[in-house]
């Protein structure tokens, strides 16, 4: 239910951002009681504008941030850590990871991740083991970064155009959305790159992934010349079309976020956002006010990333590694969970794993 502070401090968002010429500075979470806020990446004016989708068609921009990124624009991947009250992004002109700290106060900004990549244009958080995993399309590999640290270990090469990733610790698998036309391909590994299996060839021109926690499906969309969003149960079972456009506006979606009932995703030729209800339902919510600067402006504002903060979305579980990281000195990444132990120690680039497979090192080994 919602409470009558949201629709208040909503209200009063909102005359903020109409009489002030600036924009908020502050971040506030939904509560574990509260149902989703909406993130969308403008990608021009490197910005990041928060909505609560429960006002429907007539919501407006509650919170919007300035981000760190290039200038004129590039930010596109995103996700976020509920416990720690953070947001991560990437953008494609600096080719940098960004983290935000949202605490309702005054945030902090601050690159966790710089030079070394190509076009990273996925993100995925794994909330339990602290990993960050960032997909890079350019140099067709995954990444997993410490957040904290900043340490980085390429996780999986020669995956060809790799476009977005996600991550599911609590069954421990990754899984990302690759390829073009022939070449495209759901797959799916464990989370230290291991037993990789394709899950549907059945894709053409993959844009942007997003999973589904509670029904365990996975829903992805398709450009033009395809314009469909399908989904697929996470073993490859039930591939379903479940949005096919029906007005000249809904052509090309690009990014897709799923929370509880609804999926909300951005056309990619006319910059809007809408929203749709999962199951048994055509009926479209398109999120007027988001449009700031006109349908043509494209010059001022193209959206790309889009995110749900939705608490459900990270529920705690235990983690694989323990209460010590596995031992490990730097990644402990989770594998099958039925093996023993449930994990494997990583090492950053350059760094070696020690013939106790938990120790990294400069040292060569002979």
């Known amino acids: 239910m919602k409470l009558d502070f949201r629709t208040d401090m909503s209200t009063l968002h909102s005359l903020l951002l109409v009489i002030l010429p600036f924009y908020t500075e502050s971040l506030i979470f939904p509560r574990q009681d509260e149902g989703p806020l909406i993130a969308v990446l403008d990608f021009k004016a490197t910005r990041m504008d928060i909505f609560d989708p429960s006002e429907g068609g ?19 991947g995103i996700d976020f850590n509920y416990r720690g009250k ?20 005054d945030q902090e900004q601050k690159v966790i991740l ?12 794994d909330w339990i083991h602290n990993n960050l995993y960032v997909s890079d399309w350019e140099l067709h590999k995954v990444f997993v970064i410490n957040p904290a640290t ?33 070449t495209a391909l759901l797959m799916k590994s464990t989370l230290d790159g291991q037993n990789q299996v394709v899950i549907s060839s059945d894709i053409e021109r993959p844009i942007s992934l997003s999973l589904d926690y509670d029904e365990q499906k996975l829903y992805w969309t398709e ?9 697929i149960s996470v073993n490859g079972e039930d591939l379903t079309i479940v949005h096919r456009p029906g007005r000249h506006y809904e052509f090309s979606p690009k990014g897709i976020t799923v929370s509880r009932d609804y999926f909300y995703w951005i056309q990619a030729l006319t910059f809007r956002v ?17 449009e700031k600067y006109g349908r043509w402006d ?25 209460d010590n990281n596995g031992g490990c000195s730097h990644f402990c990444l989770p594998s099958l969970i039925q093996s023993i132990p449930p994990y494997n120690c990583a090492c950053p680039d350059g760094m070696n794993l020690m013939d106790d497979n938990t120790t990294c090192s400069d040292e060569i080994q002979i």
């Not at 947001?87 to 605490?103: M, Q």
């Not at 710089?114 to 958080?125: D, I, K, N, V």
């Not at 494209?298 to 323990?322: H, T, V, W, Y």
Request: aromatic content about 8%; overall charge neutral; hydrophobic content about 35%.
């Open 150 to 182: 900043g340490a980085r270990k390429t996780l999986l090469i020669d995956v060809h155009h790799v476009r977005d990733i996600e991550v599911d610790p609590r069954t421990g698998w990754l899984y990302w959305i690759s390829g073009w036309e022939d």
């Open 86 to 105: 953070m947001i991560f992004w990437t953008d494609l002109y600096t080719r940098d990871v960004y983290s935000l700290k949202a605490d309702g106060g």
């Open 274 to 290: 809408l929203g749709r209800e999962k199951n048994n339902s055509r009926e479209i919510t398109r999120y007027r006010n988001l």
């Open 223 to 231: 450009t033009y010349t395809v314009n469909l969003i399908k989904s």
């Open 114 to 125: 710089e030079g070394g990549l190509g076009s990273p244009e996925g993100l995925a958080y």
């Open 298 to 322: 494209i010059q001022k504002n193209i959206f790309m990333g889009i995110l749900a903060i939705d608490p459900r979305k990270q529920a705690e579980s235990p983690s694989l590694c323990g």
């Open 58 to 76: 007539n919501a407006t921009v509650i919170e919007a941030i300035n981000l760190k990124g290039g200038r004129g624009g590039g930010s596109t």
